[in-house]
Every structure is written in structure tokens, then in C-alpha cells.
């Protein structure tokens, strides 16, 4: 069968190596500080409304992807609790919202984005499997000062399929790093979200710039079709 998934600006992978001996889902922050009622990111004052909404979407993937044997990434934004890994720039920035709090102030969750607290997991409805990776970044990307470009090395992964949050920060810094690092990405674009519409769909558009410049964009749905269908061919005894 077609091992390609319909996207644009070209159908993903490029070379039609959809399969799970060379692609992984890789699902960006989906933590409770992000997520979640009284998490970072309300403290940001933003509306989290757009990343509960990604949520059943994520979990469908999330399962299809667990059902073929991906292999599977989770990532966490957070810094060490004594702080050794932010900046002093990071800290006054996160600090320029009316309620004055940011990175590593109390919340209803622990201590905002600091590893080992509750805000700092990931949410309860995407929990990690054992054997699923979780890479722990103490900034956007998850390439910087991560062991994520090994993890893929070794495994022999070279394409990405790309979800959650926030569309315009964590989600596109990893696509650029992975895209310059010779990976080809798909940005799930239904199953990712930003602070506000704007923001998600600048970031989606210019993904696909330039003939894809930093990969493509498709949808949750045309994904699982391929994976359905993988399974209807396997029921019939063609050849997957």
C-alpha cells in the first residue's frame, strides 16, 4: 500500500516512508501548567480553552500510533528546582503578566514549570506509557540541551509526526530544529493550538511556505484513515 499520508504541500513522508521503523509521534507539552485550570499558562492571563480542546483528538492519535507500534515521545517544558536552568531574562520575562508570577513562583499546582511538580506533568488523559519516552527540555525546543536527537538516531527515525502545544513556541522551534537537522516533519495541525487563533495559524501557514519549507500540514483524520487502513489490509491478508 501507499505508505504516504495526504498533506501540504506534498504528500508526508516525502519518500513515502510512513512506517513505524522510521517515523515517531512526537506530542509537545501537553502538561497540567499548560492544560490545565490554574497551570502557567493561566497565570500568563491566557485562555486555555484551545488546548483542552485538542485533547480527544490527540488521545485518538495517541492510541492508533500506540496500536501500530510507533515509537512514541512525549516532551515536558520545565526548569530544576533550584533554577539552575533558567535564565535571567527566561524569569523576567515570565514574570510580565498582571498577576506578577512566573517560573518557579507557588501555584495551586506547585511551583510554576519546575520539574517534579503536579503542574509540571503531563495531563492525566495523555499519561505516558512505560517504554515511551519523556524528554525533559528546560526551553522550547526539543533538541536543546535534550538526549531527543539521539533517542531518534539510534532508533532510525527520521520522520516526525508533530502535535501539541503551543503551536507558535514549543511545537514550530522543534519542527525548525528537527526540519534543519534533516528530519521531515508533519504538523498534525487539529491536534496542536496556541494562545489565541491568530497566532496558531500564522505558525501553521508558515510551516508550508516555500514548498514546505519547514515540512507539511495535515489533519488527525487523514492520518488514521492510513492507519485503518493499514488494518483492513492486514484483516484481508494483503501485505501491509
Not at 202 to 223: D, L, P, Q, Y
Request: glycine share 8%; hydrophobic share 35%.
Amino acid at each position: 500500500m501507499d505508505s504516504s499520508i495526504e498533506a501540504k504541500p506534498y504528500k508526508w513522508p516525502h519518500d513515502s516512508s510512513f512506517d513505524p521503523k522510521t517515523t515517531a509521534l512526537v506530542i509537545i507539552d501537553m502538561q497540567k501548567d499548560f492544560c490545565s485550570p490554574g497551570g502557567y499558562m493561566e497565570y500568563q492571563q491566557y485562555d486555555i480553552t484551545s488546548t483542552r480542546l485538542i485533547i480527544p483528538r490527540i488521545q485518538a492519535l495517541l492510541s492508533a500510533f500506540r496500536t501500530h507500534s510507533f515509537p512514541i515521545y512525549h516532551t515536558r517544558e520545565g526548569h530544576r528546582p533550584d533554577l539552575s536552568t533558567l535564565s535571567s531574562r527566561e524569569l523576567h520575562r515570565s514574570r510580565l503578566n498582571p498577576s506578577g508570577l512566573g517560573i518557579g513562583d507557588p501555584g495551586p499546582m506547585g511551583r510554576l514549570l519546575v520539574r517534579g511538580e503536579k503542574g509540571h506533568d503531563i495531563i492525566d488523559e495523555l499519561t505516558p506509557l512505560p517504554g515511551e519516552n519523556v524528554i525533559d527540555k528546560p526551553g522550547r525546543s526539543a533538541f536543546q540541551h535534550t538526549d531527543f536527537g539521539l533517542l531518534l538516531s539510534i532508533k532510525g527515525v527520521r520522520n516526525l509526526v508533530v502535535c501539541g502545544v503551543t503551536t507558535d513556541v514549543c511545537v514550530h522551534s522543534t519542527i525548525r530544529e528537527a526540519n534543519d537537522n534533516g528530519f521531515d516533519c508533519v504538523l498534525v495541525e487539529d491536534c496542536a493550538a496556541a494562545s489565541s487563533g491568530p497566532l496558531h495559524r500564522f505558525a501553521v501557514e508558515s510551516i508550508k511556505e516555500e514548498g514546505g519549507i519547514f515540512g507539511t500540514i495535515t489533519t488527525s483524520n487523514k492520518i488514521l484513515a492510513v492507519l485503518d487502513a493499514r488494518v483492513n489490509e492486514k484483516t484481508n491478508g494483503a501485505p501491509a
